[in-house]
């Protein structure tokens, strides 16, 4: 059974960091695009950031501050958030989708495998 297990979230103040985890069990994880999504309350979930082989993608809003790098080696995909704002305050999912061509990996319908999330809150 595929499993995806988010870590790192937590409380930081404005202009911190936080660096996310999502480790994988259970699927060939080279074969899979990587992607970072958040749900905020009262919002709708919100893609950040992906990663595909060469191609990564962000969310405008989070261009220059967060980072999403993968560890083929150890089946785990990072999110590494810099400079945030109490707007990235959210409950943040790792999800995993099939490679297919044509496909960038920015909505949610392109990812088979989702984790439970976890909670960042940024304090202003």
């Known amino acids: 059974q595929v499993r995806l297990v988010e870590s790192g979230g937590g409380l930081v103040q404005a202009g911190g960091s936080l660096r996310l985890s999502c480790s994988a069990s259970e699927l060939t994880f080279s074969t899979y695009a990587m992607g970072w999504f958040r749900h905020a309350p009262g919002k709708e979930r919100e893609f950040v950031a992906s990663?595909?082989?060469?191609?990564?993608y962000y969310i405008d809003s989070v261009k220059g501050r967060f980072t999403i790098s993968r560890d083929n080696a150890k089946n785990t995909v990072y999110l590494q958030m810099n400079s945030l704002k109490p707007e990235d305050t959210a409950v943040y999912y790792c999800?995993?989708?099939?490679?297919?061509?044509?496909?960038?990996?920015?909505?949610?319908?392109?990812?088979?495998?989702w984790g439970q999330g976890t909670q960042v809150t940024v304090s202003s």
């Open positions: 999800a995993a989708g099939r490679t297919r061509i044509g496909k960038t990996y920015r909505t949610g319908d392109e990812y088979d495998y």
């Open positions: 990663r595909s082989g060469a191609y990564t």
